[in-house]
């Protein structure tokens, strides 16, 4: 919603669909045959679970929402790039992450826009180094509705995708307190939610 009480949507390209399913494609020729054995269910529910930051989305988002800012006359600094914006959040969740004893035996990993456009580019090449990583395992999403007009995110959303395709949706305070949340929920340590 923007300062004059008019609600902001957003319209995400055409191509996210195809992009999107291209790069399921990607990771699913990484992992392993259709075939399983006992012994590869006990190895998967070994794994780490892993949480995937999806910077993909992320930058799109402010792209996205910046057009729509343009349009209506307020357009987004160009001092910071969506990169930039997603990039220094990034690494401040990822020390926020590293530091919190919430989110211990848990990977946290980025997809980032360069690994989407390598899939698109290549869906038959197997996966390899994070993206095998995340193909290899049951990830949740983390992704966020950032403002390209701010560094600081606070107030902003973010939404956590479970690997059922459960949403759990809250509000960004800080990287620490959004570190406990996510690790919380994918570590299981709170109630069941229906």
């Known amino acids: 919603m923007t300062s004059d009480g008019k609600n902001l949507t957003m319209t995400l390209p055409k191509n996210v669909k195809v992009l999107s399913l291209a790069f399921i ?4 020729s990484a992992a392993p045959g259709c075939t399983r054995t006992k012994s590869s269910d006990v190895e998967e529910s070994k794994r780490d679970p892993v949480i995937v930051l999806d910077d993909w989305w992320n930058v799109d988002y402010i792209k996205n929402g910046c057009e729509m800012y343009a349009k209506e006359g307020t357009p987004c600094p160009v001092t910071l790039s969506p990169e930039r914006i997603v990039g220094q959040f990034d690494n401040e969740l990822k020390v926020a992450f590293a530091s919190e004893s ?22 038959s090449a197997p996966a390899t ?6 193909a290899g395992a049951q990830h949740w999403s983390l992704m966020f509705d950032f403002d390209g007009h701010q560094a600081n995110q606070s107030g902003r959303g973010w939404s956590l995708v479970d690997p059922s395709q459960h949403v759990y949706n809250g509000e960004i305070k ?21």
């Open 25 to 28: 494609v990607a990771l699913m």
């Open 102 to 123: 919430t989110c211990h035996g848990l990977s946290l990993l980025t997809l980032s826009p360069e690994m989407i456009q390598a899939a698109v580019k290549n869906p």
């Open 129 to 134: 180094g994070k993206a095998k990583t995340m």
């Open 174 to 194: 800080t990287t620490q307190t959004l570190a406990q949340d996510i690790c919380k929920v994918v570590s299981g340590v709170g109630g069941s939610t229906d």
